[in-house]
């Protein structure tokens, strides 16, 4: 069983070992500081004398080093490197990950961990339930203060009849019986049973900040996050992208949420006006019969798209022909056919192609668009006249 150096001491990370078997790019050590990964943390990388080390992962009970194409032998010693700038980002990023969750649980106590991705490229944690902008902002205040406080990120054993174990943020049903629980304790404000790697004090981090929350799908919400320099670049970008924006708005800094949730608003409004309107142009438009086959033919202004694909898929649906133009700042098209004889990808594509637009779908629904809002009425004329010649 492999001396599991990164245990006992997170910062060293050269070391020298003894090979204990090679087979092909897997390579074993009888002590190691690679981490294989763990509590949402990705592994380390680095070097066996001189051999580049791209993955570390446990097989069994056994720490196994991916080390492609290398000409090791058992019984070597090796003097070995674990990439220390990677390691130590990754190491304040899983810290930062529990300050956070804990500063965002004092916000919402019912909040709940789904999972945890800790990576060089991206940090992010996926909790149960969404929280708002006020909450993380609050969060991230008591997060920093705790950074600037310095508080110690210690690590301890704990016994599974602890009493104290209650105190602890834990799954215990995912910790082994035969296995030992670590806890790792920032300060006082924050216990979590953890086997990840960590800093010793929360000033490491100089800062954290929150740069964009998602939806994770039934996973819950993920909540991604920087540490130190990248963190402050983000909050320096966020902070000039929010200025430019209140700017833009004509309001304060401070009343920008109010003033976008008002434009929220009425936008929502506009859209239902607009869809509104569109139903009663599509609904007032007149159909006509060619060789047994409802054709129907409509140009709408500014044309809401919901309500022109509705109108489409009922014509369709008949066993008709609906050509819809839509006029903005270009021009979008729908064609739909219920009728086997129009086949609504060839027909759209080739009378868009002659005013310089383009469009795609299927024989039975296609869509696409045009350059100049002033071809509509030729627009549709085309298309009226490519559907006759087909029913035809």
Request: glycine fraction near 10%; aromatic fraction near 4%; charged fraction near 30%.
């Amino acid at each position: 069983m492999t001396d599991e150096i990164f245990r006992r001491d997170g910062y060293l990370f050269n070391f020298e070992a003894e090979v204990v078997s090679v087979e092909g790019d897997e390579v074993i050590l009888d002590t190691t500081a690679f981490y294989p990964g763990g509590g949402g943390q990705v592994c380390d990388t680095g070097s066996i004398r001189d051999h580049k080390v791209t993955e570390v992962r446990m097989k069994g009970k056994d720490i196994v080093h991916i080390v492609p194409g290398n000409d090791l032998a058992k019984g070597d010693l090796v003097w070995c490197g674990v990439d220390w700038d990677r390691r130590y980002d990754l190491m304040r990023g899983h810290t930062g990950e529990h300050l956070l969750f804990c500063s965002l649980k004092r916000q919402c106590p019912e909040l709940t961990i789904t999972k945890i991705y800790i990576s060089p490229e991206s940090k992010y944690v996926i909790v149960d339930r969404d929280l708002t902008w006020d909450q993380i902002r609050d969060a991230l205040k008591f997060a920093n203060q705790a950074i600037r406080d310095n508080l110690p990120v210690t690590k301890s054993v704990m016994d599974r009849d602890d009493p104290d174990l209650e105190k602890v943020r834990i799954k215990l049903d995912r910790i082994p019986e035969d296995e030992e629980i670590t806890v790792v304790a920032i300060g006082d404000i924050d216990l979590s049973a953890c086997s990840g790697i960590h800093v010793m004090e929360t000033s490491e981090l100089e800062f954290i900040a929150v740069d964009k929350k998602v939806s994770a799908g039934k996973e819950g919400v993920a909540i991604h996050f920087k540490i130190g320099d990248a963190a402050k670049d983000a909050a320096l970008a966020m902070s000039a992208d929010a200025l430019e924006i209140t700017d833009e708005i004509g309001c304060r800094a401070e009343d920008s949420p109010k003033a976008v949730a008002n434009m929220k608003r009425e936008l929502e409004l506009d859209r239902k006006l607009l869809r509104s309107a569109s139903k009663i142009i599509l609904d007032s438009s007149p159909s006509e019969d060619i060789c047994g086959c409802r054709v129907f033919c409509a140009c709408v202004p500014g044309g809401d798209r919901t309500a022109m694909s509705e109108k489409a898929e009922s014509i369709k649906s008949e066993g008709g022909v609906a050509a819809i133009v839509s006029v903005g700042e270009t021009l979008s098209v729908i064609l739909a056919s219920g009728c086997e004889a129009v086949d609504c990808k060839k027909i759209l594509g080739d009378v868009l192609k002659e005013f310089g637009g383009r469009g795609g779908g299927k024989p039975e629904f296609a869509q696409g668009g045009a350059p100049d809002p002033e071809s509509a009425g030729k627009v549709l004329g085309s298309l009226k006249e490519a559907v006759s010649k087909a029913l035809s």
